[in-house]
């Protein structure tokens, strides 16, 4: 079952978007889901990560204080909330699935199933 993530779309610099990642029959329970993002000619970044139980929460630097990510148990649903975006933030989004904990959740390579993306484009 593939990672479905959505919510991607055009916004203002200054703007807000939530995107949402879902797999409808596979359970998240036991760990970690991250959102990466990959700009034009640049390699795929970490951006936030959550351990399903638990909600630790892990963020880069460039987006600490404006993305939030959160899970919805009952949804089986994990999101990124994003604020005060900036023409830096346009990308495109991957959430995937990892068995990682602590500062390994930062590497792509501890993921093992991924999403097709959604593009999001921050205009200035």
Known sequence: V???ASG???VQAGGSLRLSCTAPG???SGYTMGWFRQAPGKEREFVAAIRWNGG???YADSVKGRFT???DYAKNTVYLQMDSLKS???AVYFCAQSRAIASSV???STYFHWGQ???VTVSS
């Open 69 to 71: 990510i959160s899970r």
């Open 56 to 58: 630790n929460q892990w």
């Open 117 to 119: 993306g959604t593009l």
């Open 88 to 90: 830096d933030d346009t």
């Open 8 to 10: 991607g779309g055009l």
């Open 26 to 28: 596979r359970s998240f």
């Open 106 to 108: 930062r590497e792509t």
């Open 2 to 4: 593939q990672l479905q």
